[in-house]
C-alpha cells in the first residue's frame, strides 16, 4: 500500500501564492506519475498537473503559466508552486500517484490518493 500525504493548502489573496506539497510512503517499488487534482462540490475532480519520473509534465489549460509541479524522486514527493492564484482556484486539491509511466492525466487512471488539502483564494 502507498500513503500520500498532501501539506501546504490554506487562504490566501487572489495574486497571492501557496506551495502544495505530497510526500509518497509504504511499500511500493516505484512511484512513475504523480500529479495534481482539484475538486468543488458538485463538480468532477480535474486535472490541474501531472509528472511523470523523468519529468515529463502536462497542465489544464486554466493553470499554464501560473502553476509549476516538480518532483523529487529521491523523496517520492511531488510538489505544485501556484502563483498568481485567482478566486476560481478555489477547491480541495489532491494528489495523486501511480507505478505506470506517463505522465498519467486520466484521474481514474492514478492507483492512489491523499486524503485532499483546501485551497481558498479569497477576492
Known amino acids: 500500500q502507498v500513503q500520500l500525504v498532501e501539506s501546504g493548502g490554506g487562504l490566501v489573496q487572489a495574486g497571492g501564492s501557496l506551495r502544495l506539497s505530497c510526500a509518497a510512503s509504504g511499500s511500493f517499488f516505484s512511484i512513475n506519475s504523480m500529479g495534481w487534482y482539484r475538486q468543488v462540490p458538485g463538480k468532477q475532480r480535474e486535472l490541474v498537473a501531472v509528472?511523470?519520473?523523468?519529468?515529463?509534465?502536462n497542465y489544464a489549460d486554466s493553470v499554464k503559466g501560473r502553476f509549476t509541479i516538480s518532483r523529487d524522486n529521491a523523496k517520492n514527493t511531488v510538489y505544485l508552486q501556484m502563483n498568481s492564484l485567482k478566486p476560481e482556484d478555489t477547491a480541495v486539491y489532491y494528489c495523486?500517484?501511480?507505478?505506470?509511466?506517463?505522465?498519467?492525466?486520466?484521474?481514474?487512471?492514478?492507483?492512489?490518493w491523499g486524503q485532499g488539502t483546501q485551497v481558498t483564494v479569497s477576492s
Open positions: 495523486a500517484a501511480d507505478s505506470d509511466y506517463g505522465p498519467l492525466s486520466k484521474a481514474d487512471e492514478y492507483d492512489y
Open positions: 509528472i511523470s519520473r523523468d519529468g515529463s509534465t
